[in-house]
């Protein structure tokens, strides 16, 4: 059992190894229908415990892509952790039917606990306010395909960034690339953590907190726009204070570069103004796309299944 791979945070892989991903994820955009029978009579299992639709039926479609079969719950209400069932004894329970699993979960380090107890793959789906790290795959994968490069750029992170797991996930992604640039846009009270702040002082890495998005637009490559998380907050009145603080529209998009992309994780409720999904420049439908890739070219890793898969062309390159 030695060699079993989870994925618990984006840091769980090395540059060179997320590089080695996003070029099968990119492989597989580009002949997809090469990539249908890798995973013949191999078996998914979705274990959400929290709510979810890009995520879970992303992971489901990967596998079904794949040429694999799914199982799972959607649900905690409608399997046995309704029952009082703990998440290690799930884990050692869906190690018996299935070759990997996914799991989400509202308690932070639950899908840790898992990992440590599970005798297949487990894959950190979303831990409560902690990590999100395919979300992170996805969006590194975004950022690469639409800047060309995962160095030298400025981006903006808008909106919940004291909840928001997608935020902290791809702040520490991203600090292992080189130039980048962080402005963090946010309420007083929804501030980057402490912790992320302190940890980009020591690493000497350039950031700002402002307050006001419309002052920083023109100085933005990409911005990352998260919605506030209602499910995270302790009182329903803060939540209805802060729910509308940044709305993103035309008008502000025209502050924006020509060249800047706008990505958001999605949910979206109302941070993005519908009339701006028209602009070329918002890529938050091509982000869930990518999504697809990256999470197939995962399960692809964490099955040990890529070097015999990987077109001539990608085995020639490593
Ligand atoms: N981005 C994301 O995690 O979306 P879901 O909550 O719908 O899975």
Redesign the pocket.
């Known amino acids: 059992m030695s060699d079993l791979r989870h994925l618990m945070s984006p840091m769980d892989f090395t540059v060179e190894e997320l590089e080695r991903m996003f070029d099968v994820a990119v492989d597989i955009e580009n002949n997809m229908e090469a990539y249908s029978h890798k995973c013949d009579g191999k078996i998914m299992a979705t274990c959400f415990y929290?709510?979810?639709?890009?995520?879970?039926?992303?992971f489901e479609t990967a596998m079904l892509r794949l040429g694999g079969k799914v199982i799972g719950f959607a649900d905690a209400n409608s399997s046995s952790a309704a029952k009082g069932e703990s998440v290690s004894d799930t884990i050692r329970v869906i190690s018996c039917f299935a070759d990997i699993c996914a799991m989400?979960h509202p308690k932070e380090g639950a899908p840790m606990v898992a990992a440590s107890k599970s005798l297949i793959p487990v894959i950190n789906?979303?831990d409560g306010g902690h990590q999100?790290p395919?979300?992170t795959l996805?969006d590194l994968l975004t950022i690469r395909s639409l800047q060309g490069s995962l160095s030298n750029f400025t981006i903006g992170l808008c909106g919940d960034l004291k909840f928001g797991r997608?935020v902290h996930s791809l702040i520490n992604a991203l600090v292992r690339y080189e130039n980048i640039k962080f402005i963090f846009i946010s309420p007083p009270e929804l501030r980057v953590p402490d912790y992320i702040t302190e940890m980009l002082q020591i690493r000497g890495i350039e950031y700002k907190e402002v307050i006001k998005l419309e002052d920083v637009m023109p100085e933005l490559d990409l911005l990352y726009m998260t919605r506030v998380q209602k499910e995270r907050f302790f009182n329903e009145e803060d939540y209805i204070r802060l729910r509308n603080f940044y709305i993103l529209d035309k008008a502000k998009m025209e502050k924006a570069k020509p060249t800047m992309h706008v990505l958001h994780?999605?949910?979206r409720v109302n941070e993005i103004s519908v009339d701006v999904d028209d602009d070329e420049r918002a890529a938050y439908f091509k982000q869930?796309q990518y999504?697809l890739y990256v999470r197939m070219a995962l399960i692809l890793t964490l099955l040990d299944m890529t070097d015999d898969h990987v077109n001539e062309g990608l085995l020639k390159k490593y």
């Open positions: 929290e709510p979810s639709t890009r995520t879970r039926l992303s989400r789906a979303g999100h395919t979300q996805t997608t994780p999605l949910p869930v999504g």
